[in-house]
């Protein structure tokens, strides 16, 4: 029996030194024993932040905000509140987020001794206490009750999980709901051929557009007047032609300010500047959503923002006009020599850019090219998917458009030698990537859709705006057209335009040797236009 009792003895003592190891000072396993109610498998949304790593999250975070909660383990009313706040972090935190990106939920535990000096930093003096703000405004920030003209500030209905998102929504000009789902594998569209399918697009070309925004802003990629003026051209080729009435009022705000964000092609960055880029949403602030629809792939890695990429640059060039054809190529290849980050991509799509000639004077004839550029794109990617197993198994790449969309756009197909009826392939893509896109997306909205797209985006945001004149004063005066609201900043903005050095730049014009035909084109349409006036 002595042997019995000692053997007990040493798995007592073991058991006691594990659960010192496990529930130490400071220790979120203890946090979640007690909230768990014997659940293990529960898994928090909201990130647990400390003295040691809270710095380092909100420096790190692509969130544009966050709320951060201060609370003590031992507090019932905190432990009571733990779920209302976890159904709101669920929309936001982790890797089943509903609308990732947006608002990051953190929390500290006061009651930790290694939390008491941060606690301090933020005068808590009650649990739970709720703020908000930039994140990076919380990087070795501090918050007193008299504090003027802080970013910061004291979440003051959050008692419920309604509240509490409510309040969010106020910030955010938003309408996120606590029943808001992820759109998850079973709602991929796998039917190409169903022509309908098109509608769904019209979200992925905000989304993508609110993506390479981002992008530019993360990676500080306007460094230069001529990165300026590539930036510059985009956006005036967004104003008249984007597909979306908010996206195009996005794009027109920030072109009207761009001389005053940055000078020279220098950009301010910094979030806690009045007169800075990062102030601006190109296409309202409710993007980026965090998913795409018509371009969901079947997994993470897969289509996704370069498939919304281009249909962005394929719905843009069937709005175009003839006046208008040389200088929206030009516009498309500097963006994309310039902002899009996959290098190999970039020098594919840059190289066939150069491979130009000669100068475009149909608009029909940049919509075929940027279609053929396409394909050639996707006939390439196709073999290396192929041999290396990288592709979408639901969404391989293809010739596009295929039979089952477009039979007349075939005269003879033979393996991979397609002989295409040119005619009928524009007509189709004008169609598909025109009326057809936004007519589809508002019949859809009639018809009723989800809560998401409905919430995203009413059918009055999507329209096919008025032909624009000759870019880049076109692109003002279609402003005007678009919307009587711009109608006076447009007029400014065009004032303003006549006296851009960097659109007279010899260095960009030569760019792409056919450039000239901009200036030429311009010049001529202006004097046509003084005529008429």
């Given at each position: 029996?002595?042997?019995?009792?000692?053997?007990?003895?040493?798995?007592?003592?073991?058991?006691?030194?594990?659960?010192t190891?496990?529930?130490?000072?400071?220790?979120?396993?203890?946090?979640?024993?007690?909230?768990?109610?014997?659940?293990?498998?529960?898994k928090?949304?909201?990130?647990?932040?400390?003295?040691?790593?809270?710095?380092?999250?909100?420096?790190?975070t692509?969130?544009?905000?966050?709320?951060?909660?201060?609370?003590?383990?031992?507090?019932?009313?905190?432990?009571?509140?733990?779920?209302?706040y976890?159904k709101?972090?669920?929309?936001?935190?982790?890797?089943?987020?509903?609308h990732?990106g947006?608002?990051?939920?953190?929390?500290?535990?006061?009651?930790?001794k290694?939390?008491?000096?941060?606690?301090?930093?933020?005068?808590?003096?009650?649990?739970?206490?709720?703020?908000?703000?930039?994140?990076?405004?919380?990087?070795?920030?501090?918050?007193?009750?008299?504090?003027?003209?802080?970013?910061?500030?004291?979440?003051?209905?959050?008692?419920?999980?309604?509240?509490?998102?409510?309040?969010?929504?106020?910030?955010?000009?938003?309408?996120?709901g606590?029943?808001?789902?992820?759109?998850?594998?079973?709602?991929?569209?796998?039917?190409?051929?169903?022509?309908?399918?098109?509608?769904?697009?019209?979200?992925?070309?905000?989304?993508?557009?609110?993506?390479?925004?981002?992008?530019?802003?993360?990676?500080?990629?306007?460094?230069s007047?001529?990165?300026?003026?590539?930036?510059?051209?985009?956006?005036?080729?967004?104003?008249?032609?984007?597909p979306?009435?908010?996206?195009?009022?996005?794009?027109?705000?920030?072109?009207?300010?761009?001389?005053?964000?940055?000078?020279?092609?220098?950009?301010?960055?910094?979030?806690?500047?009045?007169?800075?880029?990062?102030?601006?949403?190109?296409?309202?602030?409710?993007?980026?959503?965090?998913?795409?629809?018509?371009?969901?792939?079947s997994?993470?890695?897969?289509?996704?923002?370069?498939c919304?990429?281009?249909?962005?640059?394929?719905?843009?060039?069937?709005?175009?006009?003839?006046?208008e054809?040389?200088?929206?190529?030009?516009a498309?290849?500097?963006?994309?020599?310039?902002?899009?980050?996959?290098?190999?991509?970039?020098?594919?799509?840059?190289?066939?850019?150069?491979?130009?000639?000669?100068?475009f004077?149909?608009?029909?004839?940049?919509?075929l090219?940027?279609?053929?550029?396409?394909?050639?794109?996707?006939?390439?990617?196709?073999?290396?998917?192929?041999?290396?197993?990288?592709?979408?198994?639901?969404?391989?790449k293809?010739?596009?458009?295929?039979k089952?969309?477009?039979?007349?756009?075939?005269?003879?197909?033979?393996?991979?030698?397609?002989?295409?009826?040119?005619?009928?392939?524009?007509?189709?893509?004008?169609?598909?990537?025109?009326?057809?896109?936004?007519?589809?997306?508002?019949?859809?909205?009639?018809?009723?859709?989800?809560?998401?797209?409905?919430?995203?985006?009413?059918?009055?945001?999507?329209?096919?705006?008025?032909?624009?004149?000759?870019?880049?004063?076109?692109?003002?005066?279609?402003?005007?057209?678009?919307?009587?609201?711009?109608?006076?900043?447009?007029?400014?903005?065009?004032?303003?335009?006549k006296?851009?050095k960097?659109?007279?730049?010899?260095?960009?014009?030569?760019r792409?040797?056919?450039?000239?035909?901009?200036?030429?084109?311009?010049?001529?349409?202006?004097?046509?236009?003084?005529?008429?006036?």
């Amino acid at each position: 029996m002595s042997l019995i009792h000692l053997f007990l003895l040493v798995s007592l003592v073991s058991l006691e030194a594990d659960a010192t190891t496990s529930f130490s000072p400071g220790s979120r396993s203890i946090l979640r024993d007690i909230g768990s109610n014997g659940i293990s498998d529960h898994k928090d949304n909201a990130v647990e932040l400390n003295a040691t790593n809270f710095d380092s999250v909100f420096q790190d975070t692509p969130a544009k905000y966050a709320v951060l909660e201060f609370f003590a383990h031992w507090c019932p009313a905190c432990r009571n509140y733990k779920p209302h706040y976890e159904k709101v972090a669920r929309l936001f935190n982790g890797a089943e987020a509903v609308h990732p990106g947006t608002v990051l939920m953190t929390r500290v535990d006061c009651a930790a001794k290694i939390n008491i000096k941060l606690c301090d930093k933020f005068s808590i003096k009650r649990y739970p206490m709720l703020f908000w703000g930039p994140p990076r405004k919380f990087v070795g920030g501090s918050w007193e009750p008299k504090q003027e003209k802080s970013e910061i500030i004291v979440v003051e209905e959050w008692r419920t999980a309604d509240l509490l998102l409510s309040w969010i929504n106020k910030q955010l000009g938003s309408s996120y709901g606590l029943d808001d789902q992820k759109l998850g594998k079973d709602h991929l569209l796998p039917n190409i051929s169903d022509y309908e399918q098109i509608s769904q697009a019209v979200f992925d070309i905000e989304e993508a557009t609110e993506e390479a925004f981002d992008i530019i802003l993360s990676l500080k990629a306007i460094k230069s007047s001529e990165t300026g003026a590539s930036f510059i051209r985009f956006l005036q080729l967004l104003v008249p032609h984007h597909p979306s009435k908010r996206c195009r009022k996005g794009s027109a705000e920030i072109l009207m300010n761009f001389d005053d964000l940055c000078p020279a092609g220098e950009c301010s960055y910094d979030s806690g500047v009045n007169n800075t880029l990062r102030n601006f949403h190109i296409c309202g602030n409710d993007l980026p959503r965090g998913y795409f629809m018509f371009c969901r792939g079947s997994k993470n890695e897969t289509r996704g923002f370069s498939c919304g990429l281009w249909i962005l640059m394929h719905s843009l060039s069937v709005r175009i006009e003839d006046g208008e054809s040389q200088f929206a190529f030009t516009a498309l290849c500097d963006f994309i020599n310039n902002f899009f980050m996959c290098d190999e991509c970039r020098r594919h799509f840059h190289d066939m850019c150069l491979s130009v000639k000669t100068p475009f004077k149909k608009a029909r004839d940049v919509v075929l090219w940027l279609w053929s550029t396409h394909n050639k794109v996707n006939e390439r990617l196709k073999k290396d998917e192929e041999s290396l197993g990288t592709g979408d198994p639901k969404f391989p790449k293809m010739i596009w458009p295929p039979k089952q969309l477009c039979s007349s756009c075939y005269l003879t197909s033979t393996g991979n030698n397609i002989d295409w009826d040119h005619d009928e392939v524009y007509k189709f893509l004008k169609e598909y990537y025109g009326e057809k896109l936004v007519s589809s997306y508002k019949k859809k909205s009639a018809g009723g859709v989800s809560k998401e797209e409905v919430v995203v985006a009413a059918a009055e945001e999507m329209a096919v705006p008025t032909n624009a004149l000759v870019v880049p004063v076109g692109a003002a005066l279609a402003i005007a057209l678009a919307s009587c609201a711009f109608g006076a900043l447009a007029c400014y903005w065009r004032t303003q335009q006549k006296n851009r050095k960097h659109h007279h730049n010899p260095h960009y014009l030569r760019r792409y040797s056919s450039n000239y035909l901009v200036m030429n084109t311009f010049s001529n349409s202006e004097s046509e236009r003084e005529k008429e006036r």
